[in-house]
C-alpha cells in the first residue's frame, strides 16, 4: 500500500490516518499503476480520498464549509472511507496521537467542561466509550501528581546502551556485550557516563532545580558487570542527594545477566523501585524473541529480588509477540499476577523498522492482540489500577501500553516524562534532555540531544558537556520573559 499526499491540508494527519489502517504503507509522489494506494487530495473548499485496495476502487468526496479545519475534515473524509474499505474499527478511532491522556489534562486546563472533554473523544476522534473511560481514569489518578508538580522540579535519567542479547521486537540503539569490541567500550562508557551525571547535578543545582526522580534505564542496565554497575551507582550515591528523591528506578530487566550480586548493588546505592521483565512466561516465545533465559529464571531472578530486599517491582509483558496466543498471554498475565509485583505495565507490540521482526521480514498477522489485551480486567480484578498510558505508530492493531500499579506504588517517572510535567535531564549515548517551561504544563519543550551510539558518545564527550550550557540557557531564558 501506497500513500499519497496533495495539497496543503494533506499532511502529517493525513498520512497517519492511512497508517492506523495499513501501518506498513509507504509514502510516494505518484499514483502506481498497479499496486494499491491511498490518495488523500485537498483544494480550497472540496477534498477527495480515493482508495485501491486488492484492485477495487473506493473513493469519497466531500464539500467542506468555510469554517471548517481543512486539515480535520479531511482525516474524517478519508478515516470514514478506510473504515468502510476495511470494515476495521479503530478502538481509538482517527487519534493519531500518543499521548490521550495529556488531551484531557490540557482540555482541563483550558477550562473545558466535563462534557466537552467526552465530546472530543467519542465525537471528534471516535474513540470507542471504554477506551475514552480508560484515558479518563488514568488522567483523574494522575491529577493529584499534576498539581503538586512544582515548576522547577526535574527528573535525572541515565541511559545504559548495553544489552546480552538483543530482542527481535527491539530498535533502541543498544549493543549485546558478547562481542569483544562491544565489552571494550563498556568500562570507558561508564566512566564518560558518571562524568556526565555529575556536570547534569552542577547544572541542576545553577538553575535551582528540584530532583524529584532518577531513572537507570537501557538497554540493559544490568549488562554491567557487577564492579561497573557498583561504580556508578556509588557514583551517583556521592553526588546527588537520593534522601531528597521521591523515587529511583534501576532497570534490572532480564534474569540473563540480573544476579544476587547485582540485586544487592542496586539496594545497597539506593535505588527504591526496580524492573524485572519477563515480555513473556512462555519458554518457546522467550525462543522467538531472542531470549536466552526461561519462564523459570524469571520468576528466581524475582525471588532473588525480593530476598535483597526490593519492596517495589515492576514486571513488563507485551502483547502480540510472534508465536504467542491469546491463551498463552493469558497465561503470562495471570502468572505475573500470581508473583504479586507492584507493578505490571502491559505493551502492545509495535513493529518498528530498525527492529529485527521488520528487517527480517518475520512480522506475521497478530490478529489476536485485542484479544489478548481483553484478559487485562484479570489486573483490576487482582487489585491494579492503570495509571499511565501511551501509544505508538507502528502499534499492533493501533492500540495502546498501559502501566498497572497496586494504589501508591504508581511510578512518578512514568507519569512526569509521559505527561511532559517537568524537565528530564539525560545522561548517556542516545539521551534526549526535554527542557520544559516552568510554570507552563504545556509550554513548549526544547530538546538537547547526546550522541547516539557509545562510540561517538566515548569520543566527542567534550562536545556533550558542552552542551550542557544549553540547559542552563534555556532557564535563564524563563526567568526573564
Known sequence: MQIILRGLAAGYEA????????PGAEKAEILPETEDFVLAESHELTDLILLRKDGRLYWRTDLRSPEADPEYALCKLEFGLLREATS???????????RP?????????????????AEKFLGHFGCTPQKFQLALGIADLQRPVLDAADPMDCSVYAGIPFCPTRCSYCSFVSRTVGDKATRALVQPYVDKLCEELT???????????????????????????????EQLMSHIARTFDLKSLDEYTVEAGRPDCTDAEK???????????????????????????????????????FAAARAAGHTNINMDLIAGLPGDTVEGFTTSLRQAIALDPENI????????????LVVEHRAAAYDDVSAML????????????????????GTLQNLENIGWAKPGCECLYNIYIMEEIH?????????????????????????IFNFKYPTEYIDRFEEILARKQGVEDFYARCTTT
Open 423 to 447: 524537565t528530564i535531564l539525560s545522561a548517556g549515548a542516545g539521551g534526549s534532555t526535554k527542557l520544559v517551561i516552568p510554570g507552563q504544563r504545556r509550554g513548549k519543550i526544547e530538546r
Open 374 to 393: 481483553e484478559s487485562c480486567h484479570e489486573l483490576a480484578d487482582a487489585g491494579y489500577r492503570p495509571y499511565y498510558m501511551y501509544r505508538q505508530k
Open 15 to 22: 498520512e497517519h490516518t492511512a497508517r492506523i489502517f495499513f
Open 345 to 356: 505495565t502491559v505493551h502492545t507490540l509495535t513493529l518498528k523498522r530498525a527492529s529485527n
Open 199 to 229: 556536570a547534569i547535578r552542577e547544572t541542576a543545582d545553577r538553575c535551582g532545580l528540584h530532583i524529584r526522580t532518577f531513572y537507570i534505564g537501557g538497554g540493559t542496565p544490568t549488562a554491567l558487570s557487577a564492579p561497573q554497575l
Open 101 to 117: 491522556v495529556r488531551i484531557i489534562h490540557d482540555l482541563r486546563a483550558a477550562g473545558e467542561s466535563e462534557d466537552a472533554i
Open 263 to 301: 540485586l544487592r548493588i542496586i539496594k545497597q546505592y539506593g535505588a527504591t523501585r526496580i524492573s524485572i521483565n519477563p515480555q513473556t512466561f512462555s519458554d518457546e516465545v522467550l525462543r522467538n524473541i531472542g531470549r536466552r533465559h526461561t519462564a523459570q529464571d524469571i520468576i528466581d531472578c
Open 88 to 98: 476495521i474499527n479503530p478502538p481509538w478511532g482517527m487519534m493519531t496521537g500518543v
